[in-house]
C-alpha cells in the first residue's frame, strides 16, 4: 500500500505541476489579449474625441471644456475622462472619477514627458482601472493631456474563474488517474507479488509450497526467486545433515546443531523463555512505530537460543507502541523481519513497573547481590508489587504451555525469584530451570533483605537454580543452608526438601561464535574518530550500561592515570565509552550518568589538543549493529566491572576480532575473567594497574596479540551460547518426574 500511496501522491503532484503551469500561462496570455482590448478602445476613444478636448483647451474656455467632458465621459464602457493641463494638473473630469484622479497622475505625467501615448491598470477602493493618456497636440506644443478611463475589475475575475475552472477540472482528473493506477497496481503489480512474498516466506520456513503464478512483466522476478528457493532448500538440507553428523560427532556447537539436539531430547517441544527485558520494542518516534533492540545481555544470550530452536519468550511489554503491535493476546512473532518464535507480552500498569522492576529488583536485590555498591532499599510496598508482577508472568506462562506436556521452562534473572515456585504449583510437571545471571552474596549480606525466606523457597522450586561460576553457588547453598531447614547435597550440589530436589550449578554463559555480524566490512578508527571530529592513533572502547557496577568512573580514573603516567600517549591515544542509559527513574543511575559526563569533560579539559579528546562518551542506546566497527576496529576494549556475573562485552569483543589482535584488559571481579585467562586481567580499583595494562596492551608486539587472541576466540567457539544452551536443557531432561507431577491434560 505504500508503493501505491507513493504512486499516486507522485502522479497528482505531477498533474498539479503541469495543470498550474498551463494555467499560468493561459492567465498570463488571457490578461494580455483583455489589456490589449482595453488599450484598443482607450486608443480610439482618444482619437474620436481628443480634438474637441483640444479645442476647448485652446479656446480657454474652462465651461466648454466641462460640457464636452460631460457630454463623452458616459460613453459605452467607459468610467469617465479626465483632462489635464500641460502642468499634469486636472482641469475638468467625469464626476465618477473624483477617487481616482490622483492615481492618474504619474501616467499623466509619463505621457506628458515622453510625449507619447502612455497606459496602466491602477487600483482604487472601487477596483482595478484601465487608464489610456494621450498628450494633447504634441506638435504644436504641449497644452494637456486627456485619460480616458475603463473598469478593469473583470479581468481579474476573469482569471480567478480561469484557475477555479482549472483547479477543479484537475480534482477530478487526478481522482480518475488515482482510480485506475489503484487498480493496475493492485491487480497487476501488488498481487502477485504479495502471493510471492507469501511464497518466499513459507519456503524460508521449510514448508512445502508452488510458486505462484506471474503476470508476463514479473517472469524474471519469478525465476530469480524459484532459483534462490532452489539454493536455500539445497542449502538447508546440507546444513541439517551437517548439523547432525556434528551432533553425532560431538564437534562444537552451532544453531543448527542445538535445533537437533533439542527436537531429538525434548521430543519436538517448544521451549518457553521467562524474562523482564523483551528482544524487540516498539516505540512511537516522528509518528511512525519502529522496532527497537534493546541493549542487554541477557538478550544477546538468550535470543540465539530461540532462533535455532523456536518457542515463546515471555517478558514485559515495555514499549508506548507494544500493545497495538501485539494480538489481543499480547502475541507477536519476531524476529520482524524473519520470524523464528513468539513474544508473549505481559502488561503491568506504571505502579507495579515501579514498585516490582525499579523498586524491589533495582533498589533491593540488584545492589544487595552486588555486594551494596549503593545502599540496597527493601520497602514492604515494593514487595508486594514484586509478588504481584511475579504471579502475572506465571498466569501468562500457565496459559502459554497449556496442552504442552513436560514443558521445558527457562526463567532468567533476579526479576522472578518467585516464579518458579508459582509454576510447579500450577504445573508439577514443567521442568524449570532458574538462571540467575548476577552474583549471589555471601550468607550475612543476604540476609539484610526481609524477604530472604520467601525468596529462597521460590527459587528451590526449580529443578535446576543456574550461576555462572561455582563462587556464586557456594554462596548460594550456604545461604539456603542458614536460612531453611532443608538438607544440602554438597556431593552433589542439591538442595533437597519435602521430596524435591533443586540442582545448583555453574552454566557460566556465552554469546553465538561464529559472530555473524563479524565478516562485515569495517571503516576503521581513524574513520570512526573522524565522524567524531576527532584524529588519533591508538582507540580503545567500552561497551556499557550506564551502572555504578560497571566501574565507569574508575575506568575513566586509569585512563587519565595513563595519560599522566605515559604522556608520549597524549594526542594519540582516545577511549570511545558507549555507555547506554539505563533505570533512569532511579536517582542513583541519573546521578551516575551526571557523573560519568563531568569527568569526562574534566579529563579531555586536562589533556585538550586541537582535533584530541581523551575520552568520547556517547551516552546513547546503540543496537549491534552500530557498536560492531567499534569492536573489531579498537586496539583494546575495557571491562572493568566492580562486581559481575559474567560480562558478555568481554566475550562480544573476542567474538568479533575475526582478524585475531587487539587485546582485552578484563576486571577481575567478572565471571569472564574466570575463562578468559589470556587477558589483561586487572583490578580496576588499581588506577596504576589499569594505566599499566593500557600502556602494555598498545605496546603488545602483533605475535603476542595474536596468541591471546586466537586462544581466546577457541574458548569462546568451544563455549559458546548454544553449547550453554545444550548443557542446561540436557540438565533438565535428565531430570525424573514423580508419579504425582504426570502431565494431566
Same mark, same amino acid.
Request: with cysteine; hydrophobic share 45%.
Given at each position: 500500500?505504500?508503493?501505491?500511496?507513493?504512486?499516486?501522491?507522485?502522479?497528482?503532484?505531477?498533474?498539479?505541476?503541469?495543470?498550474?503551469?498551463?494555467?499560468?500561462?493561459?492567465?498570463?496570455?488571457?490578461?494580455?489579449?483583455?489589456?490589449?482590448?482595453?488599450?484598443?478602445?482607450?486608443?480610439?476613444?482618444?482619437?474620436?474625441?481628443?480634438?474637441?478636448?483640444?479645442?476647448?483647451?485652446?479656446?480657454?474656455?474652462?465651461?466648454?471644456?466641462?460640457?464636452?467632458?460631460?457630454?463623452?465621459?458616459?460613453?459605452?464602457?467607459?468610467?469617465?475622462?479626465?483632462? @489635464?493641463? %500641460?502642468?499634469?494638473? =486636472? &482641469? /475638468?473630469?467625469?464626476?465618477? !472619477?473624483? *477617487?481616482?484622479? #490622483?492615481?492618474?497622475?504619474?501616467?499623466?505625467?509619463?505621457?506628458?514627458?515622453?510625449?507619447?501615448?502612455?497606459?496602466?491598470?491602477?487600483?482604487?477602493?472601487?477596483?482595478? @482601472?484601465? %487608464?489610456?493618456?494621450? =498628450? &494633447? /497636440?504634441?506638435?504644436?506644443? !504641449?497644452? *494637456?493631456?486627456? #485619460?480616458?478611463?475603463?473598469?478593469?475589475?473583470?479581468?481579474?475575475?476573469?482569471?480567478?474563474?480561469?484557475?477555479?475552472?482549472?483547479?477543479?477540472?484537475?480534482?477530478?482528473?487526478?481522482?480518475?488517474?488515482?482510480?485506475?493506477?489503484?487498480?493496475?497496481?493492485?491487480?497487476?503489480?501488488?498481487?502477485?507479488?504479495?502471493?510471492?512474498?507469501?511464497?518466499?516466506?513459507?519456503?524460508?520456513?521449510?514448508?512445502?509450497?508452488?510458486?505462484?503464478?506471474?503476470?508476463?512483466?514479473?517472469?524474471?522476478?519469478?525465476?530469480?526467486?524459484?532459483?534462490?528457493?532452489?539454493?536455500?532448500?539445497?542449502?538447508?538440507?546440507?546444513?541439517?545433515?551437517?548439523?547432525?553428523?556434528?551432533?553425532?560427532?560431538?564437534?562444537?556447537?552451532?544453531?543448527?546443531?542445538?535445533?537437533?539436539?533439542?527436537?531429538?531430547?525434548?521430543?519436538?517441544?517448544?521451549?518457553?523463555?521467562?524474562?523482564?527485558?523483551?528482544?524487540?520494542?516498539?516505540?512511537?518516534?516522528?509518528?511512525?512505530?519502529?522496532?527497537?533492540?534493546?541493549?542487554?545481555?541477557?538478550?544477546?544470550?538468550?535470543?540465539?537460543?530461540?532462533?535455532?530452536?523456536?518457542?515463546?519468550?515471555?517478558?514485559?511489554?515495555?514499549?508506548?507502541?507494544?500493545?497495538?503491535?501485539?494480538?489481543?493476546?499480547?502475541?507477536?512473532?519476531?524476529?520482524?523481519?524473519?520470524?523464528?518464535?513468539?513474544?508473549?507480552?505481559?502488561?503491568?500498569?506504571?505502579?507495579?513497573?515501579?514498585?516490582?522492576?525499579?523498586?524491589?529488583?533495582?533498589?533491593?536485590?540488584?545492589?544487595?547481590?552486588?555486594?551494596?555498591?549503593?545502599?540496597?532499599?527493601?520497602?514492604?510496598?515494593?514487595?508486594?508489587?514484586?509478588?504481584?508482577?511475579?504471579?502475572?508472568?506465571?498466569?501468562?506462562?500457565?496459559?502459554?504451555?497449556?496442552?504442552?506436556?513436560?514443558?521445558?521452562?527457562?526463567?532468567?534473572?533476579?526479576?522472578?525469584?518467585?516464579?518458579?515456585?508459582?509454576?510447579?504449583?500450577?504445573?508439577?510437571?514443567?521442568?524449570?530451570?532458574?538462571?540467575?545471571?548476577?552474583?549471589?552474596?555471601?550468607?550475612?549480606?543476604?540476609?539484610?533483605?526481609?524477604?530472604?525466606?520467601?525468596?529462597?523457597?521460590?527459587?528451590?522450586?526449580?529443578?535446576?537454580?543456574?550461576?555462572?561460576?561455582?563462587?556464586?553457588?557456594?554462596?548460594?547453598?550456604?545461604?539456603?543452608?542458614?536460612?531453611?531447614?532443608?538438607?544440602?547435597?554438597?556431593?552433589?550440589?542439591?538442595?533437597?526438601?519435602?521430596?524435591?530436589?533443586?540442582?545448583?550449578?555453574?552454566?557460566?554463559?556465552?554469546?553465538?561464535?561464529?559472530?555473524?555480524?563479524?565478516?562485515?566490512?569495517?571503516?576503521?578508527?581513524?574513520?570512526?574518530?573522524?565522524?567524531?571530529?576527532?584524529?588519533?592513533?591508538?582507540?580503545?572502547?567500552?561497551?556499557?550500561?550506564?551502572?555504578?557496577?560497571?566501574?565507569?568512573?574508575?575506568?575513566?580514573?586509569?585512563?587519565?592515570?595513563?595519560?599522566?603516567?605515559?604522556?608520549?600517549?597524549?594526542?594519540?591515544?582516545?577511549?570511545?565509552?558507549?555507555?547506554?542509559?539505563?533505570?533512569?527513574?532511579?536517582?542513583?543511575?541519573?546521578?551516575?550518568?551526571?557523573?560519568?559526563?563531568?569527568?569526562?569533560?574534566?579529563?579531555?579539559?586536562?589533556?585538550?589538543?586541537?582535533?584530541?579528546?581523551?575520552?568520547?562518551?556517547?551516552?546513547?542506546?546503540?543496537?549491534?549493529?552500530?557498536?560492531?566497527?567499534?569492536?573489531?576496529?579498537?586496539?583494546?576494549?575495557?571491562?572493568?566491572?566492580?562486581?559481575?556475573?559474567?560480562?558478555?562485552?568481554?566475550?562480544?569483543?573476542?567474538?568479533?576480532?575475526?582478524?585475531?589482535?587487539?587485546?582485552?584488559?578484563?576486571?577481575?571481579?567478572?565471571?569472564?575473567?574466570?575463562?578468559?585467562?589470556?587477558?589483561?586481567?586487572?583490578?580496576?580499583?588499581?588506577?596504576?594497574?589499569?594505566?599499566?595494562?593500557?600502556?602494555?596492551?598498545?605496546?603488545?608486539?602483533?605475535?603476542?596479540?595474536?596468541?591471546?587472541?586466537?586462544?581466546?576466540?577457541?574458548?569462546?567457539?568451544?563455549?559458546?551460547?548454544?553449547?550453554?544452551?545444550?548443557?542446561?536443557?540436557?540438565?533438565?531432561?535428565?531430570?525424573?518426574?514423580?508419579?504425582?507431577?504426570?502431565?494431566?491434560?
Amino acid at each position: 500500500m505504500r508503493i501505491t500511496a507513493r504512486l499516486i501522491v507522485a502522479l497528482a503532484i505531477a498533474a498539479t505541476l503541469v495543470a498550474a503551469g498551463s494555467t499560468f500561462f493561459q492567465a498570463r496570455q488571457e490578461k494580455r489579449g483583455l489589456l490589449d482590448d482595453l488599450n484598443r478602445r482607450g486608443e480610439i476613444l482618444s482619437q474620436t474625441f481628443g480634438d474637441l478636448v483640444q479645442s476647448a483647451l485652446e479656446s480657454g474656455s474652462r465651461r466648454r471644456l466641462e460640457d464636452v467632458v460631460k457630454k463623452y465621459g458616459s460613453h459605452g464602457r467607459l468610467n469617465g475622462i479626465a483632462v @489635464f493641463n %500641460a502642468e499634469d494638473k =486636472p &482641469l /475638468a473630469f467625469t464626476p465618477a !472619477l473624483s *477617487g481616482e484622479i #490622483a492615481a492618474l497622475e504619474q501616467t499623466v505625467k509619463r505621457a506628458l514627458a515622453q510625449q507619447s501615448p502612455a497606459d496602466a491598470v491602477l487600483g482604487s477602493p472601487d477596483g482595478d @482601472f484601465h %487608464a489610456y493618456v494621450t =498628450p &494633447l /497636440a504634441p506638435n504644436r506644443g !504641449l497644452v *494637456g493631456a486627456l #485619460a480616458v478611463v475603463h473598469d478593469a475589475s473583470y479581468i481579474k475575475v476573469r482569471i480567478d474563474e480561469l484557475w477555479k475552472n482549472n483547479f477543479l477540472r484537475l480534482l477530478i482528473e487526478v481522482f480518475i488517474i488515482s482510480l485506475v493506477t489503484l487498480w493496475i497496481v493492485r491487480w497487476n503489480i501488488m498481487s502477485p507479488l504479495d502471493d510471492l512474498t507469501d511464497w518466499m516466506r513459507k519456503t524460508r520456513a521449510g514448508e512445502p509450497a508452488a510458486a505462484p503464478p506471474l503476470p508476463k512483466g514479473l517472469q524474471p522476478l519469478a525465476a530469480e526467486a524459484s532459483f534462490l528457493a532452489e539454493s536455500l532448500a539445497e542449502a538447508r538440507a546440507v546444513a541439517e545433515e551437517e548439523a547432525h553428523l556434528r551432533h553425532k560427532a560431538a564437534s562444537l556447537w552451532t544453531a543448527e546443531r542445538l535445533k537437533e539436539h533439542v527436537k531429538a531430547t525434548l521430543e519436538g517441544r517448544p521451549i518457553f523463555v521467562v524474562a523482564n527485558r523483551e528482544p524487540y520494542m516498539h516505540v512511537r518516534k516522528g509518528g511512525k512505530v519502529e522496532v527497537l533492540t534493546p541493549a542487554s545481555g541477557l538478550v544477546t544470550g538468550i535470543e540465539p537460543i530461540l532462533l535455532a530452536c523456536g518457542g515463546v519468550w515471555v517478558a514485559h511489554g515495555a514499549g508506548d507502541a507494544d500493545q497495538e503491535s501485539a494480538d489481543a493476546h499480547g502475541r507477536i512473532a519476531v524476529p520482524p523481519e524473519s520470524p523464528q518464535y513468539t513474544l508473549r507480552r505481559v502488561w503491568l500498569t506504571k505502579e507495579e513497573e515501579e514498585g516490582y522492576y525499579y523498586g524491589f529488583a533495582n533498589e533491593g536485590l540488584w545492589p544487595l547481590c552486588h555486594i551494596a555498591y549503593t545502599r540496597p532499599q527493601f520497602k514492604a510496598s515494593d514487595w508486594n508489587y514484586y509478588q504481584v508482577a511475579n504471579q502475572k508472568f506465571a498466569d501468562a506462562l500457565i496459559e502459554e504451555m497449556a496442552g504442552v506436556r513436560e514443558p521445558c521452562v527457562l526463567i532468567q534473572d533476579y526479576h522472578f525469584a518467585l516464579l518458579p515456585k508459582l509454576i510447579k504449583k500450577k504445573r508439577p510437571d514443567a521442568r524449570v530451570a532458574l538462571f540467575w545471571h548476577i552474583p549471589w552474596p555471601n550468607p550475612e549480606a543476604f540476609a539484610v533483605c526481609p524477604w530472604q525466606r520467601e525468596i529462597l523457597e521460590g527459587m528451590i522450586a526449580a529443578d535446576i537454580v543456574g550461576f555462572h561460576i561455582q563462587f556464586h553457588c557456594n554462596n548460594f547453598l550456604e545461604t539456603v543452608d542458614r536460612t531453611m531447614e532443608c538438607r544440602i547435597d554438597w556431593e552433589r550440589f542439591a538442595v533437597r526438601r519435602g521430596g524435591h530436589s533443586a540442582g545448583v550449578r555453574p552454566y557460566p554463559i556465552s554469546v553465538a561464535f561464529p559472530n555473524p555480524v563479524a565478516a562485515k566490512p569495517n571503516p576503521g578508527a581513524a574513520e570512526l574518530l573522524r565522524r567524531e571530529g576527532l584524529k588519533a592513533e591508538f582507540m580503545g572502547i567500552g561497551i556499557d550500561r550506564i551502572d555504578y557496577t560497571k566501574g565507569l568512573l574508575e575506568r575513566f580514573s586509569g585512563i587519565e592515570r595513563f595519560l599522566e603516567k605515559y604522556p608520549q600517549y597524549r594526542g594519540r591515544f582516545t577511549f570511545v565509552q558507549i555507555a547506554a542509559p539505563s533505570r533512569t527513574r532511579i536517582k542513583r543511575y541519573r546521578d551516575l550518568q551526571e557523573e560519568l559526563e563531568s569527568e569526562a569533560k574534566r579529563i579531555n579539559a586536562k589533556f585538550a589538543a586541537k582535533d584530541y579528546a581523551a575520552i568520547v562518551l556517547m551516552a546513547s542506546h546503540h543496537n549491534h549493529a552500530d557498536i560492531e566497527p567499534y569492536y573489531k576496529a579498537a586496539n583494546l576494549c575495557m571491562v572493568t566491572s566492580l562486581h559481575d556475573g559474567m560480562n558478555l562485552v568481554a566475550k562480544e569483543f573476542i567474538a568479533s576480532r575475526d582478524e585475531e589482535n587487539g587485546v582485552l584488559i578484563l576486571s577481575r571481579f567478572t565471571g569472564a575473567s574466570r575463562e578468559l585467562r589470556d587477558a589483561l586481567i586487572v583490578n580496576p580499583y588499581d588506577f596504576e594497574q589499569t594505566a599499566d595494562a593500557i600502556a602494555r596492551a598498545i605496546e603488545m608486539s602483533p605475535e603476542e596479540q595474536t596468541a591471546r587472541m586466537v586462544a581466546m576466540r577457541a574458548m569462546v567457539r568451544e563455549h559458546n551460547v548454544y553449547a550453554w544452551a545444550a548443557r542446561l536443557i540436557d540438565g533438565l531432561a535428565q531430570i525424573r518426574l514423580s508419579p504425582s507431577q504426570e502431565f494431566k491434560a
